[in-house]
C-alpha cells in the first residue's frame, strides 16, 4: 500500500497558522510529514523549537515525523541551523543539500530530498552508502526515468515522489518577492507574508506562468499525479507527497486516500479536486513533456 506524506510548508505563514495547519494534519490519514524552513532563513514565525514542539504533537499522533533542512545555505547562521537540525537526535531529517548530507553521514538514516537532484543509480548508490533510506525523486524526472532508477534502486531504499503540489523550480540568493515592492532582501519587510499560496507572475498574455515565493519559483499549475497513482504503485514507488497549501489540504489528502483505498475511482477524484486546488492541474513532467501540460488518465 503506498503511504501518503505531507511535505514541507513551503510559505510563509503566521506561527498561529502553521500550528492550526499542523493540528489538521494530525486529523488526517498521511503517515508521515516534513518539517521545517526549507526555503528562506529570514522566515522567523516558528523556530526550530516550535517546529519540535509540532514534531512531537504529530508523533503523538501517530505520524512518521522528518524534519527538512534548506535548499540553499547562505550564511553561518544558516549552517548552525542545519547542524542543529541534523544532531538533534530523535527525529528523522531531510537532507536538501549536500551539506546536510555531510552532517548526516553515517550518523543515522535520512531522507535524500527533491533538492538533491538524484538523476542517476550510481549517485543513488553513494547517498545510500551514506545512509540514505528513502530518496524523492526529482520534480522534472518522468516515469520513464523513475522506472530505470527502480530497477537499479539500492536494498532497503524507498521511493518517493512528489505527487501534489506547485512544484518547486528553482532557488536564488534574489528574493523576487521583495524585489516586486521595490525592498531589499535585506529588508523585505516580510512580505511573503501577505500571500499564502505565493505571489503569481503572469505572462503579457496574461497567461498564468510562475510563482514568486520569497527566494523560491515555483510552477503556477499543480502538479497533480493523482490519476498516475496505479502506475507508481506498479513501479515500486512507496511514498507520495503531497505540498501544503492554505486551503483545502483536508480534501486533497481525502482524494488520494479514497484512491488508494478503491473508494474511489481516479477519474472521480481528480473532478472533485478541482474545486480545491488553487489553479490548474498539470503532469507534464511525469509523461516526459513540457511541465504546464496536462494529460487525462497518463496509464
Request: charged content about 20%; proline content about 5%.
Amino acid at each position: 500500500m503506498l503511504k501518503l506524506a505531507m511535505g514541507p510548508i513551503t510559505y510563509y505563514w503566521t506561527r498561529d497558522a502553521v500550528f492550526k495547519f499542523y493540528e489538521t494534519v494530525a486529523a488526517t490519514p498521511v503517515e508521515i510529514v516534513y518539517l521545517g524552513e526549507t526555503v528562506c532563513s529570514r522566515r522567523h514565525e516558528v523556530r526550530l523549537a516550535d517546529w519540535l514542539d509540532i514534531a512531537a504533537l504529530l508523533e503523538a499522533a501517530g505520524k512518521e515525523v522528518v524534519l527538512s533542512t534548506q535548499a540553499l545555505i547562505e550564511s553561518s547562521a544558516d549552517l548552525t541551523t542545519l547542524r542543529k537540525i541534523t544532531a538533534n537526535g530523535r527525529f528523522a531529517v531531510e537532507a536538501n543539500d549536500m551539506g546536510a548530507v555531510h552532517c548526516l553521514k553515517n550518523q543515522l538514516p535520512f531522507v535524500a530530498g527533491p533538492h538533491l537532484n538524484i538523476y542517476n543509480s550510481p549517485t543513488l548508490d553513494l547517498l545510500a552508502k551514506h545512509g540514505a533510506k528513502r530518496w524523492v525523486m526529482p520534480l522534472e524526472m518522468g516515469k520513464d526515468g523513475l522506472a530505470q532508477m527502480q530497477r537499479n534502486r539500492p536494498t532497503a531504499m524507498e521511493t518517493e515522489v512528489f505527487a501534489y503540489g506547485r512544484m518547486p523550480l528553482a532557488f536564488s540568493s534574489r528574493c523576487f518577492t521583495a524585489r516586486h515592492r521595490n525592498l531589499p532582501k535585506d529588508d523585505c519587510q516580510f512580505s511573503c507574508l501577505d500571500y499564502q499560496d505565493g505571489l503569481l507572475l503572469q505572462t503579457r498574455e496574461s497567461q498564468p506562468f510562475l510563482i514568486l515565493n520569497g527566494i523560491q519559483t515555483q510552477s503556477s499549475q499543480v502538479y497533480n499525479l493523482l490519476d498516475s497513482m496505479a502506475e507508481m504503485q506498479a513501479l515500486g514507488v512507496d511514498v507520495l507527497r503531497i505540498s501544503p497549501q492554505s486551503q483545502h489540504i483536508e480534501q486533497v489528502v481525502e482524494s488520494f486516500d479514497a484512491v488508494r483505498h478503491d473508494r474511489l475511482s481516479p477519474d472521480a477524484a481528480m473532478q472533485r479536486m478541482v474545486e480545491w486546488m488553487p489553479a490548474a492541474a498539470c503532469n507534464g513532467y511525469w509523461l516526459g513533456k513540457p511541465g504546464l501540460e496536462y494529460s487525462a488518465r497518463s496509464m
